[in-house]
């Protein structure tokens, strides 16, 4: 997560977790951290590029890409394509409608979301035909497009996942995407989507975890970084900055972010909650371990217990 260590280190834990084992690795695109207290927000298409070149085998998402405020359609679809081309189509272009908390910057004010909706509509329409390849020119609501190509295209297609929390958002994006990507392991969401994609073969979702071998320093951890996760999207894609997210979690509790995030050195909680998003219908589960600094530890445990214990021979 690219809120949780500078560009160098996040370099150098993607290289550790794929030699680690992982399958995927998925970046958060934002301009601003959560909280003051996770410290960090590097650029992640720069971040991307470098990760592509250092290492080999595993995936890489975008985990998400607002395309409509910070960049325009046409910027992030050149971003992707660069990217599959760098990591040899290992990459995935996760998009979603934003959260103000990034869009903000550049001064236009931040939308309802059923404009938000409509603009990462066209945006998507946009992406694809650029991806086709050719000159595309398009003019919509919110967006226009003069005479656009993509002149470096990967030999194979970026896929395209958009992420969705509810019946409205899946039934306006699934058509136009190749993946789900959600945070709730919720089965309502896999059943509305595989109906809206019947073709659908990837749905991803994602589990905070604090790993440490002191229980109680990583609820405190998880309580000062991830405190905000509990608000849920309708809440935080509103708030505009770290002091509202901070305003807006003051009476979150230790014990309530012990109960939502597994925290400490067992692997039976971690192992628990992916396995709650597999039965729900996820076909894969990004893992966020929270703390930058306590990466490399985590990284070793995952290696030597957790995805042992998450290998299909052992569940």
């Known amino acids: 997560m690219t809120e949780q260590a500078g560009p160098r280190e996040l370099v150098e834990h993607a290289v550790r977790a794929e030699e680690a084992g992982f399958d995927f690795e998925v970046m958060s695109d934002h301009y601003f ?20 070149r250092a290492t080999e085998r595993v995936g890489l998402m975008t985990y998400v890409t607002c395309p409509t405020m910070r960049y325009h359609p046409t910027v992030v679809a050149q971003q992707a394509a660069t990217v599959q081309l760098l990591s040899d189509n290992r990459f995935t272009l ?34 694809a035909r650029l991806f086709d390849g050719g000159h595309v020119d398009f003019v919509g609501t919110h967006f226009r497009v003069d005479s656009a190509k993509l002149w470096d295209l990967p030999e194979h297609r970026v896929p395209v996942g958009v992420a969705v929390s509810g019946q409205q958002s899946i039934e306006l994006f699934a058509p136009a995407a190749d993946l789900m990507i959600a945070v709730e ?11 809206a994609a019947p073709d659908a073969d990837r749905l991803v979702g994602q589990l905070p975890v604090c790993y440490d ?3 109680q320093a990583a609820i405190t951890r998880a309580h000062e970084q991830f405190r905000w996760f509990g608000g849920g999207w309708k809440v935080n894609a509103e708030l505009p900055g770290p002091a509202a997210f901070a305003g807006a979690s003051q009476y979150v ?3 309530d972010v012990a109960a939502s995030i597994p925290c400490g050195p067992d692997v039976k909680p971690i192992v628990d909650g992916v396995e709650r998003f597999l039965d729900a219908g996820f076909t894969d589960v990004a893992i966020v371990q929270v703390g930058g600094d306590h990466q490399e530890e985590f990284l070793a445990f995952a290696q030597e217990e957790l995805l042992p214990a998450l290998s299909p021979s052992d569940r």
Request: aromatic share 6%; with cysteine; glycine share 12%.
């Open 185 to 195: 392991p919720d089965p309502s969401l896999c059943r509305q989507w595989r109906r």
């Open 213 to 215: 071998r002191d229980e």
């Open 94 to 127: 996760g998009l979603g409608a934003g959260e103000n908390l990034n869009e903000h910057v550049v001064g236009r004010g931040w939308p309802p979301v059923n404009v938000r909706h409509e603009m990462l509509g066209e945006a998507l329409e946009i992406i």
């Open 33 to 52: 951290p959560w909280l003051t207290e996770q410290g960090h927000s590097p650029n992640a298409w720069a971040t991307l590029g470098a990760v592509a």
């Open 253 to 255: 509790r230790p014990e």
